[in-house]
């Protein structure tokens, strides 16, 4: 309450600021993210480095060409996603985590800003980009979450491919839950990152949407789930606020309802500044600080309860951006207005995203 209470006293505070002349907002906006975690610098190669950054900016071309040409936001979701589950190098789709049993169970949720329509699966091991099941559960089905046995037979009655379960299978991930159940470690000592994947959209047409896709941690038991495929959690997209996906240890993302939370924060701040605007004459909309604040209070909310990791977000105003509490989140935005970055590290982000907002 009293961080919702701190977000609605910024957007009273600026008021000086809303009278600053602002550049036309982007007409489009995208941002990606493949995992966050403990990142060191110098403990990655260059090699590794310049591969990261390869896929990375593959998936953001890939969105954003669908977005450059007029595109649907659920659509450069589904675009900068798929590229992410086909590489070994992130977490999720080929290169998922093992489960303490040694197999690859893959969530993913996508969202809809239009009408908030979402689609979700859990647990499942045989279909290459649970994305796209996400996606044909929001749009053939009249259920939002369908989870194991029950969502493959459900991708097998709409037509999906039988994917082996040894393509999902890298000897990196392999190696990694040896190492766990040897060394008595936990996922975190393992994993070093969250390498969940996720991407939001803003198009041309103002509709926004969110997608986000993972194997979870290393040695998962029990049937965990962790936030990525929970709509609310790790992904939310409301065209009156913002479009969010999360990547980081899920049991905390899921307490604190990160994506909604982030949202409706969101969501309260303009309706509070559509009121202002309309009785004062001045423009009603979000600036990239306020955007910013309020990520980052909500993130500053998981890590208060010992969580980590991080969001990315997109806002009607076309501001695309970040928010992380861990030392790297694999990262990267495009706008229409020419911003095209990928980033690793903390810090590395060459231009605001909308610099004028
Ligand atoms: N954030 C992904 C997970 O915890 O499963």
């Known amino acids: 309450m009293k961080n919702l209470i701190a977000a609605l006293a910024l957007t009273l505070m600026p008021a000086a600021a809303l009278a600053e002349e602002a550049a036309p907002p982007p007409k489009w906006s995208l941002a990606i993210h493949g995992g966050a975690g403990t990142l060191d610098p110098k403990a990655m190669t260059p090699e590794r ?69 979402a689609g979700a699966v859990a647990g499942v091991k045989t279909v290459k980009n649970p994305i796209l099941l996400a996606d044909t559960v929001r749009t053939q089905s009249e259920h939002v979450f369908l989870m194991g046995a029950g969502a493959e037979a459900f991708a097998a009655e709409k037509g999906f491919a039988v994917t082996p379960p040894e393509y999902f299978a890298t000897p990196a991930r392999r190696e990694a839950l040896e190492r766990l159940k040897a060394e008595k470690l936990s996922a975190l000592d393992v994993d070093h990152k969250f390498g969940t994947v996720g991407a939001v959209a803003l198009d041309q047409n103002g509709n926004m949407a969110a997608g986000t896709s993972t194997g979870g941690m290393t040695g998962k038991r029990w049937g965990r789930v962790g936030d990525a495929p929970v709509i609310g959690a790790g992904t939310y997209a409301d065209n009156r606020a913002c479009a969010v996906s999360a990547t980081g240890w899920g049991e905390y993302f899921l307490r604190v309802g990160v994506a909604h939370e982030i949202c409706a924060r969101l969501r309260a701040a303009n309706e509070l500044k559509t009121v202002m605007a309309d009785a004062d004459d001045i423009d009603a909309s979000v600036l990239t600080e306020e955007a910013q604040y309020i990520a980052d209070a909500v993130m500053a909310d998981v890590k208060g309860l010992g969580g980590d990791g991080g969001v990315i977000l997109v806002t009607p105003e076309g501001h695309a951006i970040f928010s992380f509490n861990t030392t790297g989140m694999y990262r990267g935005r495009a706008t229409s207005a020419g911003v095209r970055e990928v980033a690793i590290f903390g810090g590395e982000e060459k231009a605001s995203a909308t610099p004028d907002h």
């Open 49 to 117: 480095r310049a591969a990261y950054e390869a896929a990375l900016q593959q998936a953001l071309d890939a969105g954003a060409k669908v977005l450059a040409e007029g595109g649907s936001a659920m659509d450069a979701v589904k675009a900068a996603i798929i590229p992410m589950e086909d590489s070994p190098l992130f977490n999720a789709g080929k290169g998922a985590v093992f489960t303490w049993e040694g197999t690859n169970e893959l969530d993913a949720s996508i969202m809809d800003g239009r009408d908030r329509s």
